[in-house]
């Protein structure tokens, strides 16, 4: 099926419009009559829902974000688009998470975006950087180191598919999502990063302190 740009302009412009669905703020609003982003640490993502709404919240909120990515990335096999690449559109869709028109151009850190993109590029990558990010959280107990290094490892993974646009936008976005991070890497080298309530880490943190 061929398609005239501002066709195609439209379907950018829906991918946007999806990425910026603020899962988080909504879902704590309709369902908890609590705005997520007046507590903790103010992010509307999943690791900022589960702490003020729960595991069940947060959990949606995780399946609902990465379905914006991976939906926003299918657009142009759904609708039959050949002259543009499904990363475009995933980017798009990112872009939406990160800057929502929905939140004042402010977002989350778009790592569950990120990877609805990769399930739905290349689903394999996406199952590398799963595996990577529960591994590391089992170990360290905390989330946003769990992101960033599967992030890098996974970006170093896709550079043996040879596929230099996928590459430079695995590169792109990890260089983002540290940026996006630098606060919790400053809590992380002074031991005070909020840590989820299982793992190694966190019974190390518990066992240091109850021997003070």
Known sequence: MNFNIEQIIMMLAAAYLLGSIPSGVWIGKIFFHVDIRRHGSGNIGTTNT???LGPIAGSIVMAL???KGAVATLLPTFFHVTTVS?????LMAILG???SIFDKFKGGKA???SAGMLLAYKPAFFFLAAGIWILVIL???MVSLASMIGFTLTTIAIFFTHDI???ALAVLLTIFIFYRHRANISRIRNGTES??????GNMLRKRRSSTK
Request: glycine fraction near 6%; charge should be neutral.
């Open 50 to 52: 589960y702490r003020v």
């Open 97 to 99: 998470h990160t800057f």
């Open 65 to 67: 974000d990465i379905s």
């Open 165 to 167: 646009f996928l590459s």
């Open 195 to 200: 840590m989820v309530p299982f793992g190694l």
């Open 139 to 141: 170990l360290t107990s």
């Open 86 to 90: 499904p990363l475009v559109f995933g």
């Open 111 to 113: 790592v569950a975006t």
